[in-house]
C-alpha cells in the first residue's frame, strides 16, 4: 500500500491516501478520500511547557518568574516499518524545537517516535505518539502535547461541523458547533434527528423556513 519518494511516503489503503514528509516539522502532508476530498492537512506535533509551577500561597517561596515556551516537532526521520497487503506501519521520529519567535529561547528537546497504522480497506488510522523525557524534571514541565491538523470546512456551514471527544472506553461526546435542536421553532424531525446522531442535515432549503430565515441568531 506504501510507496515512497526522496521527499515523501504515500499510503494508499483504497479509502483514503495519506502523505507522509520526510523533512520539516509536517508529519502528515494531507489525508484524502477516495472520493478526492481532503480531510486533514499540515499535520504538526505541538507542545507547550513552562519553566516552573510556583505555589504563591507559599510566603517562603520567593518570587519566580516562569517562562513559557511553544515547540513543534521536527523530523529526524520517516520510514516505513512495515508493509503488507493488509497494514502499513510509517514511523517518524525527530525533537521538538521552539518555533514561536514569542517564546525564549530553549534547546531542542523531547525526542518523540510517531507509529501511524493505516489498514487495507480502511478509513482508520491509528497512531502511537511516545516521547522521552531528557530533561531535569525540576526545571522543564509539560502543559500541553498533541497533534493538530489544518482541517478544510470550505462549504461546511456552522450546524453540520462537530467537535468530538472520545472517551476512556468506546464512547464519543459530539456536539454540533450550531445547535439547532431545543429551539422555540422546530426546524423538522429529521433535521433534529441528524444532527443529533452527527449526521449531514438536509438542504436548508427543505427546513421550517422560520428556522432557516433566523440561524444567524442562533449562538455558534
Do not use: C
Not at 431545543?182 to 427543505?206: C, E, H, I, N, Y
Request: hydrophobic share 35%.
Amino acid at each position: 500500500m506504501a510507496t515512497q519518494s526522496r521527499i515523501e511516503i504515500a499510503v494508499d489503503t483504497g479509502k483514503i491516501k495519506v502523505s507522509f514528509p520526510k523533512y520539516e516539522s509536517v508529519i502528515v502532508k494531507s489525508i484524502q478520500t477516495s472520493a478526492g476530498k481532503i480531510v486533514g492537512k499540515n499535520g504538526k506535533l505541538i507542545l507547550r511547557s513552562r519553566s516552573a509551577f510556583v505555589d504563591y500561597e507559599d510566603d517562603t517561596v520567593a518570587e519566580t518568574p516562569v517562562k513559557h515556551y511553544e515547540f513543534t516537532g521536527y523530523i529526524s526521520q520517516t520510514t516505513i516499518s512495515e508493509d503488507s497487503q493488509t497494514r502499513t506501519l510509517v514511523t517518524v521520529t525527530g525533537q521538538h524545537k521552539v518555533e514561536s519567535r514569542n517564546s525564549p529561547g530553549h534547546p531542542p528537546w523531547l525526542p518523540f517516535t510517531v507509529r501511524f497504522y493505516l489498514y487495507k480497506n480502511s478509513e482508520a488510522i491509528r497512531i502511537v505518539h511516545s516521547i522521552v523525557y531528557d530533561r531535569n524534571a525540576t526545571q522543564g514541565f509539560m502543559t500541553g502535547l498533541g497533534l493538530t491538523f489544518d482541517v478544510p470546512l470550505a462549504g461546511e456551514e456552522l450546524y453540520d461541523r462537530r467537535v468530538r471527544l472520545a472517551g476512556p472506553g468506546r464512547g464519543m461526546l459530539s456536539e454540533a458547533v450550531q445547535g439547532i435542536t431545543g429551539l422555540r421553532r422546530d426546524p423538522g424531525t429529521a433535521v433534529r434527528a441528524a444532527q443529533f446522531q452527527g449526521k449531514k442535515t438536509a438542504k436548508a432549503s427543505t427546513w421550517d423556513q422560520r428556522v432557516t430565515t433566523r440561524l444567524q441568531w442562533i449562538p455558534s
